[in-house]
Structure formats: C-alpha cells, structure tokens
C-alpha cells in the first residue's frame, strides 16, 4: 500500500472535522489543525470547500440537513444558540426549512449582524441549553415561549403548546414557569390563554381539523377533546360523557377503496356501542359554518337530554 500523499491528508483531517459537526467547519479550525492559508483557498476555489459565511464552510456540494443552522451558530460564536423558529424545526415543533434564515440567539453585550441569519440578545439559564443533532439549543419550553412571543395566531400557538406536550418535550408546569420567569414580556399573555384554554390545548393534525377547531372556539363550544382513542378507535373530536364524536370527512381522506371500507367500519363499530358518529366535511366548514354550528348544537342538545 502507497503512503497518502501531502495532498490527502488535509482533505482527510477536513472529513473527521465535517463528520462530527453537520458537514460543516470553520477557518479557526481549520488552522488549527494545520492546514495553511493556501490550502483552505484551494479547496475554496476547486469546490471541496463551499463558503456559506465569512470563515465557515460546507465540506462538499451537498448539505446534510442541519448544515445551515451549524454554519449559523459557527458565524456567530462559541456562546450562540438556535433559538425560535430554527430551535422549534430542530425539535420537529412546527415547520422551517433548514436552508431557511437560522435564528440565533446572543448574549445581550454582544451587538453583532450577519448576513442571511436572524440575530437575537437575550439571556437563558443554564437549565434551558440543550445539545440536540449536535447542535446548541434552546430546551423545548423555553423554545415554546419564544415561538409564542414571534406568533400572532393563538390557534398555531395552542396547535404548537399540544405538540410539545403530546411529544413529551414540554409539560403544562414547565411552560407555566416559561410564562411567570418571562412575566410582561412580549408572548408571555398568549401562552397564558393557551394554557388556560377550557380542556387545555388541543393537539389537530390537518387544516380541517384546525378549522372546525376555530370554528368551535369562536362559537364557545366546550367540553371535546381532540384525537382521541374510544373504544379502539382514535377519533377527530369527541365530547366527554355524551358518547357522541364528530369525524371530519372528505374526499382527500379517502385515498382508496380500502381507506373508505376502514372508516365506514369504524363508524359502524362505534355506534354499534352507542357512541354517535356526526360526519362533517371540511368544505362544509368552509363554505357554510353557520348550518354546521347550527346542526352540531342541536345534536350536542339531543345526546344531552337522553
């Protein structure tokens, strides 16, 4: 076997470095391990290096997944930390494209702006740092509060407040805490409401879920529970005590013969041990959630006086 070359070997110490850390080193690093000014400027020019900030580079054409927020937190120190959006994609709350601005949190002495990343100051405890994905984070409950200081739609905020919890990363009394640690500040008041929601917030997995969601709350009606198992059947809404649930129905819900038999099955079996099935579709939702608010009031009455 032929020794490496001179050439191999900082390509090599670039692999081990890139491996470990998203696809992603820095200049500082680079140096350190040994490579020259020269050597970092070839492999810029041929394309082994790919420059995403000043001094922080992707290893290759292809970026893994978490590239882009690990050359963020690179570009702006040892002491940075995803933060809001980019803290919540990495923790699977809520949807950011990886290739998307990161957001970075700073400490508050540090006045810093870079290109193509949404800078924050602010202050976290020890306690609220994570490492997930090898890469510094905000815990869950403090990334919760700090989507909710960047949200406006109280509807996103309960659907976000119902994933963390559903996914074991943030417990009712730790974003209870989030709310009176940050008390007055910007995202504090609407997470309180959320929190504070009759039967608390309510996990919705698709847009007409959400929907009839907002259309219940607006119209005060309580008491229902989202997603939830009846007699081995998870269904969209269901009212406690009343044995009575409504299924959100439509066309893109059944995608095949098989998809329609199964839920056709469902319902049978579930008013076969008393429990009323409401169908409603998400058109009807849409295009007349008067006659649907109506029609779910006065069965919501009749399961009531039986």
Known sequence: MQ?????????????????????????????????SPMQIRTRLVDGRLVAIHRGVYLV?????????????????????????????????????????????????????????IVVHQGTVSEGEVRKRHGLRVTSPPRTVFDMAR??????????????????????EPELRDQVELNAGRRGAASLRTVLDLDGGPQRTRSDGERALLRLLRDHGINGFRCNEMVHGHEVDFVWDGLDFCVEL?????????AAFEKDRLKRADLESKGVSVMPITGRQVTIDPTGVIARLIGALDRRRKR
Request: charged share 20%; net charge positive.
């Open 150 to 171: 960047f949200t406006n739609d109280l509807y996103e905020l309960e659907a976000l407040v119902a994933e963390a919890h559903f996914r074991g990363l943030a417990r």
């Open 249 to 257: 129905d439509g066309w893109d819900a059944h995608s095949s013969r």
């Open 60 to 116: 290759g054409a292809v970026p893994p997944e978490w590239a882009y927020p690990q050359a963020a937190l690179f570009a702006c120190g040892p002491d940075s930390i995803l933060c809001a959006r980019s803290a919540g994609a990495v923790w699977g709350l809520g949807s950011y494209p990886s290739r998307a601005y990161p957001w970075v949190l700073v400490p508050p002495h540090r006045r810093i702006e870079r290109p193509r």
């Open 3 to 35: 020794p490496k070359s001179s050439s191999q070997a900082p390509d090599a110490v670039i692999r081990r470095l890139a491996a470990r850390q998203n696809g992603v080193v820095h200049r500082g690093q680079l140096l350190a391990a040994g490579l």
